[in-house]
């Protein structure tokens, strides 16, 4: 069956770079996403990249794809404390009856001052 | 304004007293899925629906049910609510088309004493 993976808690300091990693099981994996939750809220979307991208960059956000490792990454350029918030990778797969989503576990970020 | 509005935000009640979470979108979206969120085990797919009476199990189906008599509107029903369903729960909604992530509702906070 379809499995996300990701790592559960991330420290950085404000100002540097932070890298979420996740990895996915499914091939038939059409688009993966990114998903941020702040604390006592619904998940918002952040960006997306199509399953046969590479990279794509929007603004602070890069994200990378490995299709061949099945590995999809999210870079925070400049993390501020306002990016503190748990991340969610999530694929959409095809099965017996169309698309649906699979999520990872979520990635705590906390941004040190 | 585009959303996902869940009712009610917080609910407390006994084991055993049915209950309703209300989910309505106004997007005009074919697809819709309930999510718990229990700490450590991120997103838990509950039920989705592809359109208007078209309903499937996801990962945690036992003790819900669901309804998609319009559009816009997909209930999660507790019959008969107990301790371990006590649970963040996520209303959510997406065009079904490629590309497209969902949509989240804010979340209902669900506690069964």
């Known amino acids: 069956g379809e499995d996300v993976e990701q790592s559960l808690f991330l420290s950085v300091r404000e100002g540097d770079s932070s890298v979420i990693n996740c990895t996915y099981t499914?091939?038939?994996?059409?688009?993966l996403y990114w998903y941020k939750q702040e604390p006592g809220a619904g998940l918002q979307l952040l960006t997306y990249?199509?399953?046969?991208?590479d990279m794509k960059q929007d603004q602070r956000l890069t994200v990378l794809l490995n299709k061949k490792d099945k590995h999809l990454s999210l870079r925070i350029a400049d993390t501020q404390t306002g990016d503190s918030a748990i991340y969610f990778c999530a694929e959409k797969v095809l099965d017996n009856y169309g698309q649906n989503f699979v999520f990872g576990p979520g990635t705590r970020l906390s941004v040190l001052p | 304004e585009a959303q996902v509005t869940q009712n009610p935000r917080y609910l407390i009640t006994v084991t055993g007293k049915k209950l309703t979470v209300t989910c309505s979108q106004n997007m005009n979206h074919e697809y819709m899925s309930w999510y718990r969120q229990d700490p450590g085990l991120g997103l838990r797919q509950i039920y989705y629906s592809m359109n208007v009476e078209v309903t499937d199990k996801g990962d945690v189906p036992e003790g819900y049910k669901v309804s998609r008599k319009e559009k816009r509107n997909f209930p999660l029903i507790l019959e008969s609510p107990s301790p371990n369903q006590t649970s963040l729960y996520f209303c959510?909604?997406?065009?079904?088309?490629?590309?497209?992530?969902?949509?989240f509702g804010s979340g209902t906070r669900l506690t069964v004493v």
């Open positions: 990249i199509f399953s046969n991208m």
């Open positions: 959510a909604s997406s065009q079904g088309e490629l590309g497209y992530g969902y949509t």
């Open positions: 499914d091939s038939s994996s059409t688009y």
